[in-house]
């Protein structure tokens, strides 16, 4: 499975519901959920929690955890789910997720990531990925993140996402951890120059077609975040001028394609916001974006309407972008 171009996971982002969006605007990139922690899965609702459309594939979940038991548990019951790829968070530098012993503060604990990864490969037939960043609070040593590397490589990952920026967990926000580390993209270079037969992708500040190009070179993809969930219409770019495809929908022709999945989710008990927020940022730089977004905020927090009220609704945001200069 090719991982040239991803979409990296964001908690209050990539639900299900954005991860269909999305590919009806790229057929080939690869697609994370939220960060699911892994406690949630063996005690919650598994299937509000792990359950997609197959359309979303390939498909990756990320989990956060620091139990190798629980871990294990986790990716025999995600194999079952179908699943293409778990990937374990190292690099969320949010306090709770610090509290509760996850996410980036793990890059101190390489013995204990070891251990995870190990259980967790050992117990599914799926590969298994990290997402780390390239050091932590004020280390920022390419000996300690090639180190840490190579024991979650013994440990049987492959597969390697790492985000050119430090986690500063003392004194950031994780908004702030995701602007104001520098990038160092030399380190993520080096260790892919050190693991030629793995893969490695890099994560963090890319915004351009021209900067995937030049990333590409010396890495073996690319994960965006939030450029595309500011913009989703890229990925139309991305599939255009990274995967040679000239089969992509236009903006309306997107809309379009939700309103059946749409119909369907409200007959399920979905609210229309939880589906079309996503969408805001869908003409972003087109002009009249700002209609399209006017309009769906006055429109889209409809609390139990009916499916009929709620095709009335659909009808009329279709008549915005029709009639407005962004229907293009």
């Not at 139990?67 to 789910?81: C, F, H, M, R, T």
């Not at 995870?116 to 609070?137: A, D, E, F, H, W």
């Not at 190579?150 to 430090?166: E, L, M, P, T, Y």
């Not at 730089?285 to 139990?304: A, P």
Request: aromatic share 8%; net charge positive.
């Amino acid at each position: 499975m090719k991982r040239l171009i991803s979409v990296a996971p964001m908690m209050d982002c990539t639900d299900r519901h954005d991860r269909y969006f999305l590919r009806l605007i790229s057929k080939n990139v690869m697609l994370y959920t939220e960060m699911i922690v892994s406690d949630a899965i063996l005690k919650g609702d598994r299937d509000h929690l792990l359950k997609f459309n197959p359309f979303e594939k390939p498909l990756g979940l990320q989990v956060g955890g620091s139990s190798p038991k629980d871990l294990a548990e986790v990716v025999k019951i995600a194999e079952g789910y179908g699943y293409d790829e778990i990937n374990l968070n190292l690099g969320c530098p949010s306090r709770k997720v610090q509290k509760n012993k996850f996410g980036a503060c793990l890059m101190q604990h390489p013995d204990l990531v070891s251990e995870c990864v190990y259980q967790m490969n050992k117990n599914t037939r799926l590969p298994i990925s990290i997402k780390t960043r390239i050091g932590i609070n004020q280390t920022e040593d390419f000996e300690v993140l090639n180190n840490f590397i190579n024991k979650i490589k013994s440990a049987g990952s492959k597969i390697f996402i790492i985000h050119a920026r430090r986690a500063i967990l003392d004194k950031l926000t994780p908004k702030e951890n995701l602007n104001i580390p520098p990038l160092n993209y030399d380190f993520v270079y080096k260790i892919k120059n050190l693991y030629e037969k793995d893969t490695v992708i890099l994560n963090g500040g890319i915004s351009k077609v021209e900067e995937i190009n030049k990333h590409l070179e010396k890495v073996d993809g690319i994960m965006i975040g939030r450029a595309v969930y500011h913009s989703p219409y890229f990925l139309a770019e991305i599939e255009k001028e990274i995967f040679k495809n000239k089969d992509v929908l236009t903006r309306p022709e997107i809309i379009q394609n939700m309103i059946p999945y749409i119909r369907d989710e409200i007959q399920k008990g979905t609210r229309l916001n939880k589906i079309m927020r996503h969408t805001l940022g869908l003409f972003h730089g087109e002009r009249g974006s700002s209609n399209w977004k006017r309009y769906l905020t006055e429109n889209m927090c409809v609390k139990n309407a009916d499916v009929q009220k709620i095709d009335h609704i659909m009808d009329k945001i279709k008549s915005n972008y029709t009639t407005t200069s962004i229907g293009r």
